[in-house]
C-alpha cells in the first residue's frame, strides 16, 4: 500500500469483502430496510438475562453469518477486530469469546465499523493476515443504561437525540471479493465544543466534514464520482450541518450524501426523532444495504464515512466537550484490473 496526499493510504492489492452478515432487532426489521438484514430478532433480549448479553450475542451472530457467506471457519480466520459502545468494549469481548480468533479490540465510537474495515483491510493488504474480519454492535437498552438514563426512568427525549440501534455488521476481508476496499483514510479527533449528549449529530459533524475533504483533496475527487457518499451516523441535525459546512469551503455533497441514521428508520413512522445512531446502525446498514447493492452491481463506487462521538461517562459528569471523529473507506464494485 502506499499514502496518497496527506492521510489517505490507497491498497494496491484492494482487499475484497469474502462475507457479510447484518443482524437486528425487531425496530430494525420494521424499517425500510428491514429486508436487507440477514438475521432479526423479535425478541431483543436474545433470551439473555441482561441488555449487554444481549448485545454480545448480536455479535456472535453477525460474525457467524459472514463466515458462512465467505465461505471459512473460525480457524481460517487470523485476526479479528471488534469495538461496541461499552466500557471495555464488553460486547465484542464476550461475544466473540468462543471463537478463539486472535483479537484486537477497537473503540471508535459509531464510527467503528469503519476503523475496524480500514485495520483489516490493511492487515490484509500488508500480508499480515489471509483473511480478517470487522465486526460492531450497538444495543439501544445496553447504550441508554450507559450513556443516558436507564429505560426504567421513562426520560423524555429531546427532538436532536437519536435512537440506537440494537444490531451489529460484520464483514470479512481477504484477498478477493466482488467487493473490493481501494482506499483509506484514519480521521482525526475535532472538538468544537458541543457537550450536549442528546445531539450527536452536531457533535460528529464537523469530523465528518474534515475527513471528506481531506480524503477528497488527497485522492484529486469530486463527490460526483460516487454513486454515493454514506455518512453514519449524523441524523437530521448533522446532516445538514455537513452540508452547510462543505459547501463554505466549496465542496457540495447534494445529490450523492445519504446518512445512515436516516436511512435505518422511517423516522416519522418509528419516532426516533432525529433519526439512528450507534456502532450498529452504520454496520448493519453497510453489511446488509450497501455491500448488497455493490455486489449486485446497483452501486459500483462508493464512500463509507462513519462517524463516532469519543466521549464517555466520565468525560460527560466532568462538563468536558464531545471530541468527534470519521474514517473513511473506498469501495467499488468488482474494478477494472483487479484480479
Given at each position: 500500500?502506499?499514502?496518497?496526499?496527506?492521510?489517505?493510504?490507497?491498497?494496491?492489492?484492494?482487499?475484497?469483502?469474502?462475507?457479510?452478515?447484518?443482524?437486528?432487532?425487531?425496530?430494525?426489521?420494521?424499517?425500510?430496510?428491514?429486508?436487507?438484514?440477514?438475521?432479526?430478532?423479535?425478541?431483543?433480549?436474545?433470551?439473555?438475562?441482561?441488555w449487554e448479553k444481549a448485545e454480545a450475542q448480536l455479535q456472535k451472530e453477525a460474525l457467524a453469518v459472514a463466515m458462512k457467506g465467505a465461505g471459512c471457519q473460525p480457524q481460517d480466520i487470523h485476526l479479528i477486530f471488534a469495538g461496541d459502545l461499552l466500557n471495555q468494549c464488553i460486547s465484542s469481548t464476550f461475544g466473540l469469546l468462543d471463537y478463539h480468533i486472535p483479537f484486537l479490540g477497537q473503540y471508535g465510537a459509531c464510527s467503528t465499523m469503519a476503523q475496524t474495515l480500514l485495520m483489516a483491510?490493511?492487515?490484509?493488504?500488508?500480508?499480515?493476515?489471509?483473511?480478517?474480519?470487522?465486526?460492531?454492535?450497538?444495543?439501544?437498552?445496553?447504550?441508554?443504561?450507559?450513556?443516558?438514563?436507564?429505560?426504567?426512568?421513562?426520560?423524555?427525549?429531546?427532538?436532536?437525540?437519536?435512537?440506537?440501534?440494537?444490531?451489529?455488521?460484520?464483514?470479512?476481508?481477504?484477498?478477493?471479493?466482488?467487493?473490493?476496499?481501494?482506499?483509506?483514510?484514519?480521521?482525526?479527533?475535532?472538538?468544537?465544543?458541543?457537550?450536549?449528549?442528546?445531539?450527536?449529530?452536531?457533535?460528529?459533524?464537523?469530523?465528518?466534514?474534515?475527513?471528506?475533504?481531506?480524503?477528497?483533496?488527497?485522492?484529486?475527487?469530486?463527490?460526483?464520482?460516487?454513486?454515493?457518499?454514506?455518512?453514519?451516523?449524523?441524523?437530521?441535525?448533522?446532516?445538514?450541518?455537513?452540508?452547510?459546512?462543505?459547501?463554505?469551503?466549496?465542496?457540495?455533497?447534494?445529490?450523492?450524501?445519504?446518512?445512515?441514521?436516516?436511512?435505518?428508520?422511517?423516522?416519522?413512522?418509528?419516532?426516533?426523532?432525529?433519526?439512528?445512531?450507534?456502532?450498529?446502525?452504520?454496520?448493519?446498514?453497510?453489511?446488509?444495504?450497501?455491500?448488497?447493492?455493490?455486489?449486485?452491481?446497483?452501486?459500483?463506487?462508493?464512500?463509507?464515512?462513519?462517524?463516532?462521538?469519543?466521549?464517555?461517562?466520565?468525560?460527560?459528569?466532568?462538563?468536558?466537550?464531545?471530541?468527534?471523529?470519521?474514517?473513511?473507506?473506498?469501495?467499488?464494485?468488482?474494478?477494472?484490473?483487479?484480479?
Amino acid at each position: 500500500m502506499k499514502r496518497v496526499g496527506r492521510q489517505t493510504l490507497q491498497f494496491d492489492r484492494a482487499p475484497g469483502i469474502l462475507g457479510r452478515g447484518a443482524v437486528g432487532g425487531r425496530k430494525e426489521a420494521a424499517g425500510p430496510l428491514g429486508a436487507d438484514f440477514h438475521q432479526t430478532f423479535d425478541d431483543t433480549t436474545l433470551q439473555e438475562d441482561s441488555w449487554e448479553k444481549a448485545e454480545a450475542q448480536l455479535q456472535k451472530e453477525a460474525l457467524a453469518v459472514a463466515m458462512k457467506g465467505a465461505g471459512c471457519q473460525p480457524q481460517d480466520i487470523h485476526l479479528i477486530f471488534a469495538g461496541d459502545l461499552l466500557n471495555q468494549c464488553i460486547s465484542s469481548t464476550f461475544g466473540l469469546l468462543d471463537y478463539h480468533i486472535p483479537f484486537l479490540g477497537q473503540y471508535g465510537a459509531c464510527s467503528t465499523m469503519a476503523q475496524t474495515l480500514l485495520m483489516a483491510s490493511i492487515m490484509v493488504d500488508c500480508g499480515a493476515a489471509e483473511k480478517a474480519a470487522a465486526v460492531t454492535s450497538s444495543h439501544f437498552c445496553s447504550a441508554e443504561r450507559q450513556f443516558r438514563t436507564p429505560l426504567e426512568y421513562g426520560a423524555q427525549r429531546t427532538p436532536t437525540a437519536q435512537w440506537t440501534a440494537t444490531a451489529a455488521g460484520c464483514a470479512i476481508v481477504g484477498r478477493e471479493g466482488p467487493v473490493r476496499v481501494l482506499h483509506g483514510l484514519a480521521g482525526k479527533a475535532v472538538d468544537l465544543g458541543v457537550k450536549d449528549p442528546a445531539n450527536m449529530g452536531a457533535a460528529m459533524a464537523p469530523a465528518a466534514a474534515d475527513s471528506i475533504y481531506q480524503y477528497l483533496t488527497d485522492t484529486g475527487t469530486q463527490p460526483q464520482d460516487y454513486d454515493g457518499i454514506f455518512t453514519g451516523d449524523l441524523g437530521a441535525v448533522g446532516s445538514t450541518l455537513l452540508l452547510d459546512t462543505l459547501r463554505d469551503n466549496g465542496v457540495d455533497l447534494s445529490g450523492v450524501h445519504k446518512d445512515c441514521g436516516l436511512m435505518l428508520y422511517d423516522r416519522e413512522r418509528q419516532d426516533v426523532h432525529a433519526g439512528g445512531s450507534g456502532c450498529g446502525c452504520s454496520a448493519s446498514v453497510l453489511c446488509g444495504h450497501l455491500l448488497g447493492r455493490l455486489e449486485r452491481g446497483e452501486l459500483k463506487n462508493i464512500l463509507f464515512c462513519a462517524t463516532g462521538a469519543l466521549m464517555s461517562t466520565t468525560s460527560q459528569q466532568q462538563g468536558q466537550g464531545i471530541p468527534g471523529v470519521c474514517h473513511v473507506v473506498h469501495l467499488a464494485a468488482q474494478p477494472a484490473g483487479i484480479q
